[in-house]
């Protein structure tokens, strides 16, 4: 029980009991358990025995025929089309965003659109509303698999 150090009841100067209840020997009790719970529980097993299907030591290497379509669009309005990057590539300029479908379905027959991959690069001044007109021709053109190609930045 603790004490209270003002004046008492009947305005003597005994101390006068306090009935406050003291917690500093009920919060040390819950921390020495605490500390008893985290040492005597196990470690978490991150080791657990799962049916993974068997991975193939030699994977088959990329096909080089299969080359991804990118677009690139430019600010003044035109589009790249090219079917892969570098010496290999071969693709067409499309003057505006209208003529996208008929480049893409010069370069990919129509059986072939669904499962080819698709990026668009765009420049830093095309509006968001250019690169959505250009997702929605894509798309009715019948490609399913697109990405956009963004710059890394510092």
Same mark, same amino acid.
């Given at each position: $029980? ?7 009841a009947?305005g003597?100067?005994l %101390? /006068?009991?306090?009935?406050?209840m003291?917690? +500093? %020997? #009920?919060i040390?009790?819950?921390l ?5 719970? $985290?040492?005597?529980l ?10 993974m299907p ?8 990329p ?5 991804p ?5 430019s600010s003044? @309005?035109?589009?790249v089309?090219?079917? @892969? $990057?570098? *010496?290999?590539a +071969?693709?067409s +300029?499309?003057?505006?965003i209208?003529g996208?479908?008929a480049?893409?379905? /010069?370069?990919? %027959? /129509?059986?072939?659109? %669904? !499962?080819k *991959? !698709?990026?668009i690069r765009?420049? #830093?001044?095309?509006p968001?509303?250019?690169? $959505?007109q ?12 697109i990405?956009l190609?963004g710059e /890394? !930045?510092?």
């Open positions: $029980m603790a004490v209270s150090l003002g004046h008492g009947s003597n100067k %101390p /006068a009991q306090n009935a406050d003291n917690v +500093t %020997p #009920f040390d009790i819950l020495v358990l605490l500390i008893i719970f $985290m040492v005597a196990p470690p978490p097993t991150v080791n657990n025995n799962i049916n068997p991975q193939s030591q030699n994977p088959p290497p096909d080089p025929n299969n080359k379509l990118f677009l690139s669009l003044d @309005g035109s589009v089309v090219s079917l @892969g $990057m570098g *010496e290999g +071969t693709g +300029t499309a003057p505006n209208d996208v479908p480049a893409v379905a /010069a370069l990919i %027959p /129509a059986t072939d659109r %669904p !499962t *991959e !698709t990026y765009a420049d #830093f001044d095309v968001y509303n250019g690169v $959505m250009l997702l929605n021709k894509l798309r009715d053109a019948g490609l399913k698999k990405g190609v /890394a !930045t510092s």
